[in-house]
């Protein structure tokens, strides 16, 4: 099922998650109406505060064909990410991105990030996972996290950039209150 994404400044996004202690359908039902409200919105990570859940619950799907490179956008069911209660225990190097996010649609903005990180995390039925990423994951992973402890991605922005965002954040907002 589609839920509905919750949108920049509503005070849910600053909420801090809790951790995850039952793996059951519950949390089963909430991953895949993740991935669907994911999907329909065009994105490739949510975190589940993003749609009102203050859980430690990610999912990431990176576009990618079978041989890993860029497939025109398409997500690929056997590339979906389902992480709960992640924890980055390594990182290191320094990437330059240009960001965008479901809960500020149509704004982007670079933002600097690890490079390489190590991430462990359970999986749907309570499997503890390790996994490596760099560049464009690594970012996702970063990026989704954030969300879990309550900040979204344009904290990171310099102070006049902020101020420049927060400017055109009010006039969309606006413009699109009238539609």
Known sequence: ????????????????????????????????????????????????????????????????????????????????????????????????????????PGFHAEVTRAENIIVEYFDRQGQKQTMEANDFLAIAWQHEMEHLSGHVFIENLSFLKRKKFEKEWKRYLKENSKK
Do not use: W
């Open 1 to 104: 099922m589609v839920r509905e994404v919750i949108t920049y400044p509503n005070p849910i996004l600053r909420k801090k998650s809790k951790d995850v202690e039952v793996f059951d359908q519950k949390l089963h039902t909430l991953l895949d109406d993740m991935n669907d409200t994911m999907k329909q919105h065009g994105g490739v990570g949510l975190a589940a505060i993003q749609i009102g859940i203050d859980l430690n619950v990610l999912i990431i799907n990176i576009p990618l064909d079978k041989e890993g490179s860029e497939d025109d956008g398409k997500q690929l069911d056997e590339n979906l990410i389902e992480a709960i209660n992640p924890v980055i225990t390594h990182k290191d190097g320094e990437l330059v991105f240009t960001e965008g996010c479901l809960s500020i």
